[in-house]
């Protein structure tokens, strides 16, 4: 039988769904719909499945499930989209009612689900999966050929785009401290560092590298010990309750009345913590007292506020010349709308050749870890992507690769290395720590 708004749909508004009127204005943008030229795997495909289901048209089955599994979820196509549609908040809605018609097997309970809502969200078992990985890498065992035969696909390309853990916990070493501004004169402005979940416990240089940033531009800066996983993974994947539970504590850790902005230095978890607002409008959320439109708005990606900053001129960088490739992530682009200061700031500095390639604003297929769940389309976007960037190179040669977002990061590094492109990945955070010479 079908469902029926009133019950696949019971708990979340979705008349935005009507907004499209299929114009198409959007295929163009979708990295998908390029790379598989398919109507179903189109924004205004989906957006047929998805109001069908809702108005009950359409049974919830795997074929209905397969092109929606497919969408990376990137809001390439709310960009281009001159009717406002929200794709991504009804996509997310739909994962969701989805999970109800279509019960997930066994298996993606262990080893999906679970961790999703049990690991990133837990300290303690994010750290000590952080030491263990640290361990069986340096003894060399992670990356081993045979090992590496013996794995089946999914864990191959988990390997690839592993992030390097560090076996700390970033806020376990700051939390709570407060960090007084490096460079004079002082701004009188305090900032909290959002530390996320994975990235806590990995390349925790470019946490402690915004850190220095936020310092060197005037800022005091402090790092609630409370804060915990954005939830964006979570949401990604149509599971909610963790996540609210998650915005609640969030909240909660950077309640501080007198804090100007949250910095966030991975743009998922910048939209993420942006769009709390979202969860709690089903009706099914739990009632908050939270004004989730205020705490929306204080959360800032890094590159965005640097740019407003006069961090530039305040200090000294070195001279001697870089050539830089930008890579904006879908989620800071499509989602925050925070991307326009990061080339300005970039071509500030003393010494720097920018290179914005054609598609720098295009999906590289990480998208959280889908790259991991959809192997062959994830493919199909990074060559594309990497295909430009070969374009690129060939005409500014060697340089570095910024991105600032930690999976476009891993992805992009997997990718360039695979290719044998002359860049290196790196986050924007990291090269200009490594740029400044001296605090003013
Ligand atoms: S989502 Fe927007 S751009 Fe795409 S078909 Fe619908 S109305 Fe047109
Ligand atoms: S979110 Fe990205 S992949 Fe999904 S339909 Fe929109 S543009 Fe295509």
Known sequence: MSETPSDFYRDFPFDDVLKCVHCGLCLDACPTYRALGVEQESPRGRLYLMRALWEGELEADAAVAAP????????????????GVPY?????????AMR????PSRAR??????????????????????????????LGLLHSPALRALLPGFLKRALAVMPRFDG????A???DKIFAPLSEPATGRRVALFSGCVMDVAETEIHEATLFLLRAAGFEVTVPRAQTCCGALTVHAGLRDAPRRWALQNAHAFSDCALEAVVVNAAGCGAQLKEYADLFRDRDAPVSAVDWHAFGAKVRDLTGLLAQSDLVQRNQWREDPVTLYLDYPCHLIHAQRDHAGLAPLLRALPGVTLVEPDQAATCCGAAGIYNLQQGETADAVLDAKLDDLARACAGQGAGLLLTGNPGCLFQLRHGVAKRGLPLTVMHPAVFLSRRLVSIA
């Open 168 to 171: 700390r916990s970033f806020k």
């Open 173 to 175: 070493k700051h939390g």
């Open 68 to 83: 929606l599994a497919r969408c990376l979820d990137c809001r390439g196509c709310e960009t281009a989209c001159p009717s």
């Open 88 to 96: 991504g908040a009804l996509l997310e809605k739909t994962r969701g």
């Open 109 to 138: 309970k262990l080893f999906h689900d679970w961790p999703l809502q049990h690991v990133i969200g837990a300290e303690r078992r994010l750290l000590w999966l952080s030491k263990l990985t640290r361990r069986l890498t340096r």
């Open 100 to 103: 109800r018609r279509l019960p």
